[in-house]
């Protein structure tokens, strides 16, 4: 009998999630074993779910044999879509849900101040997410999925950033024991004609320091400049010359005596800030994040 113009013809079973979730695992795997290992569920479920969708399909969608499965022209199609449907899903899910907190500081703060403390942090804050990448310039959040950083204040924030202060940079001329008393400096103006070492990120340095001591720098020395504060510390330590560094990079080794400043630390020019997400900025974690270096950078 035709069906009347109002009529609905009775749509498909549609399959289920699960079973589409179970075929497209073994597809990727290969195995029901594997596939059932990597959902958390039975063999067995595997197998139901699979033999549900064929019937449903009404289409063979693989072949089992002695070394796994092979999928059907049929199947690898399927097996296809679903891939791209169940990543589209995930990746939609990422964007919504709130990722591990990302802290971007210069590589020399990350190694002489971030990293020695970081314990620290794990301890008072035992269940926060937080990835670290180095970077000392400006930064687009949305692009870079930063959260904060910390940064020089004489760095423009991002548009509607209010930086944080931090603190201001302490600076001193430090070297080795060895080198120190090999070299005979006793006081600032014995430096002159001595193998002074600088980097690349800071080359002003030295010019800053002897103005912080409202001295005259001497003429321009030759510096020798390597590229960054971890690599110009590390080169003070095994007795290649003075360096001018921040003495916040520099304390672990002012202290157990493997480096000396011999004239001090005295206040310099930069004051280092810190910039917040807006994305960031309502998460509880992130206030967390916030107080700690905040308190830690107070107690430096």
């Given at each position: ?82 891939s791209r449907a ?70 423009a924030p991002p ?142």
């Amino acid at each position: 009998m035709a069906c009347s113009r109002g009529a609905h013809m009775s749509s498909p079973p549609r399959p289920s999630l699960n079973a589409l979730r179970a075929f497209e695992m073994v597809a990727r795997k290969g195995t029901f074993g594997e596939a059932a290992d990597a959902l958390s569920v039975t063999h067995g479920a595997i197998s139901r779910h699979i033999r549900t969708l064929e019937d449903v399909l009404g289409v063979v969608l693989l072949t089992r044999n002695a070394h796994g499965t092979k999928l059907t022209p049929e199947g690898a199609r399927l097996a296809a879509g679903l891939s791209r449907a169940f990543n589209l899903i995930q990746q939609s899910i990422d964007e919504v849900r709130p990722q591990p907190l990302e802290l971007s500081c210069s590589a020399s703060i990350m190694m002489h101040w971030l990293l020695p403390r970081l314990a620290g942090l794990h301890s008072n804050f035992p269940t926060m997410e937080l990835g670290l990448r180095t970077g000392h310039g400006p930064i687009d959040f949305v692009q870079d999925g930063v959260s904060v950083a910390i940064r020089l204040e004489s760095i423009a924030p991002p548009p509607g950033i209010a930086p944080i202060p931090l603190a201001n940079e302490w600076i001193g001329a430090i070297c080795s024991p060895d080198y120190l008393k090999a070299s005979g400096v006793q006081q600032v103006s014995d430096l002159s004609g001595k193998k002074l070492l600088a980097t690349k990120t800071r080359p002003h340095a030295w010019k800053e320091w002897y103005s912080a001591l409202q001295m005259t720098m001497p003429a321009p020395p030759e510096l020798e400049y390597f590229e960054h504060f971890y690599l110009l510390i590390q080169a003070a330590k095994v007795g290649l010359g003075f360096a001018c560094v921040p003495r916040m990079l520099v304390q672990a080794e002012l202290e157990s005596g493997a480096l000396v400043a011999p004239f001090g630390c005295v206040e310099g020019p930069e004051k280092l800030v810190l910039w917040i997400s807006p994305n960031a900025r309502a998460r509880a974690d992130t206030a967390d994040l916030v107080k700690w270096i905040v308190e830690e950078m107070a107690a430096e």
